[in-house]
């Protein structure tokens, strides 16, 4: 069992740079994919960016301004967000999985909001 807590959200102008932190428990968090999501108003949650044991992924709409890392001995993964834009205004959820499929455990999520 994996419990995930994310923190770091806030209201930030559009350019500007946040750090999303998700905490988890459990001591074999290193073995586990770890996803970014995020829900706009209105919108279906979409995919930000993702870590496993091969490396990252990330969509389209943020790849070179977000980067997602891990700190094995930390039991924390991060989502670092730079030149934030107006578009990037939603929840913020982590979520983590064994192997592949769906992801089994989610955090309950931190908001963002970017000004214009």
């Known amino acids: 069992q994996v419990q995930l807590v994310e923190s770091g959200g806030g209201l930030v102008q559009a350019g500007g740079s946040l750090r999303l932190s998700c905490a988890a428990s459990?001591?074999?968090?290193?073995?586990?994919?770890v996803g970014w999501f995020r829900q706009a108003p209105g919108k279906e949650r979409e995919f930000v960016g993702g870590?496993?044991?091969?490396?990252?992924a990330y969509a389209e709409s943020v790849k070179g301004r977000f980067t997602v890392s891990r700190d094995n001995a930390q039991n924390t993964v991060y989502l670092q967000m730079n030149s934030l834009k107006p578009e990037d205004t939603a929840v913020y959820y982590c979520?983590?999985?064994?192997?592949?499929?769906?992801?089994?455990?989610w955090g309950q999520g931190t908001q963002v909001t970017v000004s214009s």
């Open positions: 979520a983590a999985r064994r192997g592949t499929g769906q992801y089994n455990y």
């Open positions: 459990g001591r074999t968090f290193s073995k586990y994919d």
């Open positions: 870590i496993n044991l091969s490396g990252t």
